[in-house]
């Protein structure tokens, strides 16, 4: 078996990204109060969850290991984002940190990309990458509700 091990540490980057959408999701979906905002942070969340499935089992499939928790930096990022929303958080606000996280989120899977990935990794990590952008047009559409 070839060592895979760049390629697994860089979709592990990626994994941690797609962890931490996941948290950053749980709390917009906690304090939005506009019913069709809520609906939407769930639909974008549900889509990361899909992306953590698949990437988890590409990096078994190729003999890596997926860390499969938040680590340090993904609890420091969402203590950021609690602290960043204040107590309210009107939901402009919340929007506003959605599509800021996801920008950091694509930005991170284009490094992601950019790095040492065979073309079955690139195609993976590029459909997240497409999907991480979808996501980002649903979020500022909320802002012209």
Excluded: C, W
Excluded at 50 to 64: F, H, R, S
Excluded at 80 to 107: F, H, P, S, W
Excluded at 114 to 137: M, V, Y
């Amino acid at each position: 078996m070839p060592d895979n091990t760049k390629k697994v540490k860089s979709l592990n980057r990626l994994l941690q990204g797609e962890y931490m959408a996941v948290e950053s999701f749980n709390t917009f979906i906690s304090r939005a109060k506009d019913e069709n905002v809520k609906k939407t942070f769930q639909a974008v969340q549900k889509q990361h969850r899909k992306n953590i499935e698949k990437l988890a089992g590409y990096i078994q499939d190729i003999g890596g290991r997926p860390h499969e928790n938040l680590g340090i930096k993904g609890k420091m990022a969402d203590m950021k984002v609690n602290i960043d929303l204040g107590l309210r958080g009107d939901t402009d606000e919340i929007i506003k940190k959605a599509v800021e996280g996801e920008t950091q989120g694509v930005n991170m899977a284009e490094k992601v990309l950019r790095g040492s990935l065979d073309d079955k990794s690139r195609d993976i990590a590029g459909e997240i990458l497409h999907k991480d952008r979808r996501s980002i047009d649903e979020l500022n559409s909320l802002k012209n509700r």
